[in-house]
Nanobody, 118 residues
Framework: VQLQASGGGLVQAGGSLRLSCAASGRTLSYYVMGWFRQAAGRERELVASMTWSGPNTYYADSVKGRFTISRDKAKDTVYLQMNNLKPEDTAVYYC????????????WGQGTQVTVSS
């Protein structure tokens, strides 16, 4: 699976951004798609995930109620809608994929920078 992330940028606190991750190379029906982030000096963390076939989703406590993960099957694209952004959301965001039932995410896109100014 090849993953291409886009949509990062600079936004003021309280603003919104939508990240996109276009997938190609394999049928995604049996995959779990995830969005991770890594802030400077911190470990990478899973922000949100969903099974491609739906509807199971996961959100980190820090983003619940503000971020929404979704996918467009026709476009083989997964999105991360981020609302009410906070400075602590500043990080490089990565999309990733793994087989359902797998422990590790095996496929990664390049990161996209999200910067939230106060």
């Amino acid at each position: 699976v090849q993953l291409q992330a886009s949509g990062g940028g600079l936004v003021q606190a309280g603003g919104s951004l939508r990240l996109s991750c276009a997938a190609s190379g394999r049928t995604l029906s049996y995959y779990v798609m995830g969005w991770f982030r890594q802030a400077a000096g911190r470990e990478r963390e899973l922000v949100a995930s969903m099974t491609w076939s739906g509807p199971n989703t996961y959100y980190a406590d820090s983003v619940k109620g503000r971020f929404t993960i979704s996918r467009d099957k026709a476009k083989d694209t997964v999105y991360l809608q981020m609302n009410n952004l906070k400075p602590e959301d500043t990080a490089v965001y990565y999309c990733a994929a793994k087989m359902r039932g797998g422990r590790d995410y095996n496929f990664w896109g390049q990161g996209t920078q999200v910067t939230v100014s106060s």
